[in-house]
């Protein structure tokens, strides 16, 4: 048999308010596809510095592709 849990008054107020700050911030967005999903989270989710120059060093290093040859002989 379970015994009912008395709350005081400010405990329940503060439960009450721990229940409505939860369900603020659980507000769920649904998807169409992965990419937009992940086209979402990459606004949102700030790069460290740290992979951000580490990323920008990898790429520099990166040989840059050739012009194919019709730009070549069409000088675009």
Same mark, same amino acid.
């Given at each position: 048999? %379970?015994? !009912?849990? %008395?709350f %005081? &008054? +400010?405990?329940q107020k503060q439960t009450q308010a721990d229940l409505q700050h939860g369900q603020e911030q659980s507000a769920t967005?649904?998807? &169409?596809?992965a990419e937009e999903m992940l086209r979402h989270d990459a606004i949102h989710t !700030? $790069? !460290?510095p740290a992979i951000a120059y580490r990323l920008q060093n990898s790429i &520099? +290093? $990166?040989p840059r592709p050739r012009r194919? =040859? =019709?730009q070549r002989w069409f000088g675009s």
């Amino acid at each position: 048999m %379970k015994r !009912p849990i %008395k709350f %005081k &008054a +400010q405990e329940q107020k503060q439960t009450q308010a721990d229940l409505q700050h939860g369900q603020e911030q659980s507000a769920t967005r649904e998807f &169409a596809t992965a990419e937009e999903m992940l086209r979402h989270d990459a606004i949102h989710t !700030p $790069v !460290p510095p740290a992979i951000a120059y580490r990323l920008q060093n990898s790429i &520099a +290093q $990166v040989p840059r592709p050739r012009r194919s =040859w =019709w730009q070549r002989w069409f000088g675009s």
